[in-house]
Antibody, heavy 119, light 106 residues
Framework: QVTLKESGPGILKPSQTLSLTCSFS??????????VGWIRQPSGKGLEWLAH???????YYNPSLKSQLTISKDTSRNQVFLKITSVDTADTATYYC???????????WGQGTTLTVSS | DIQMTQSSSSFSVSLGDRVTITCKAS??????LAWYQQKPGNAPRLLISGATSLETGVPSRFSGSGSGKDYTLSITSLQTEDVATYYC????????FGGGTKLEIK
């Protein structure tokens, strides 16, 4: 059974760095073709892909946010991490991690973790 | 980036209706198209991949079609549990989502 769960700070002040963790089970990032991505959704709005990382440590970023994003993984602990530097109120959203299998779509999603950026 | 446009952000439907949701890509995405269903407070759920392949456990009243730039998600005989927001997503290049189409009951 594939499960993913996000964790994060819940609230940050503008200019701080966001650190998110995705803990997963039921698959391994040591398996060829596996990947995990991050997607966010402001309240009442649509989905925005942020970044993803593949089993071979290949990484891809949303071009419009690339300078602020860093994705990494700990394969042995079944975790993926995302850092976003210099957050502002526009980064207030629910952040999801999701599995990307070989088809490059997101077949399993976590429940999401909410972030509020406020001074 | 490939832009994905869902022409209707919302529309009202009746239970039992056949519903068609459209999604248009800014360039050919070669059927690399997924559809997701999202209910309030929940994460998106993958319904269809490869434009037409229904995921395991998704009711057969859902179907996908299209090619090139233009794709549709159809729901025959809308049920109460289908009231949700539906998103398309292309994966021909770095992923992008449509803006979503919210179904509401008349």
């Amino acid at each position: 059974q594939v499960t993913l769960k996000e964790s994060g700070p819940g609230i940050l002040k503008p200019s701080q760095t966001l650190s998110l963790t995705c803990s997963f089970s039921g698959f391994s990032l040591s398996t060829s073709g596996m990947g995990v991505g991050w997607i966010r959704q402001p309240s009442g709005k649509g989905l925005e892909w942020l970044a993803h990382i593949w089993w071979d440590d290949d990484k891809y970023y949303n071009p419009s946010l690339k300078s602020q994003l860093t994705i990494s993984k700990d394969t042995s602990r079944n975790q993926v991490f995302l850092k976003i530097t210099s957050v502002d109120t526009a980064d207030t959203a629910t952040y999801y991690c999701a599995r990307r299998a070989g088809g490059n779509f997101f077949d399993y999603w976590g429940q999401g973790t909410t972030l509020t950026v406020s001074s | 980036d490939i832009q994905m446009t869902q022409s209707s952000s919302s529309f009202s439907v009746s239970l039992g209706d056949r519903v068609t949701i459209t999604c248009k890509a800014s360039e050919d995405i070669y059927n690399r198209l997924a559809w997701y269903q999202q209910k309030p407070g929940n994460a998106p759920r993958l319904l269809i991949s490869g434009a037409t392949s229904l995921e395991t456990g998704v009711p057969s009243r859902f179907s996908g079609s299209g090619s090139g730039k233009d794709y549709t998600l159809s729901i025959t005989s809308l049920q109460t549990e289908d009231v949700a927001t539906y998103y398309c997503q292309q994966y021909w290049s770095t992923p992008t989502f449509g803006g979503g189409t919210k179904l509401e009951i008349k």
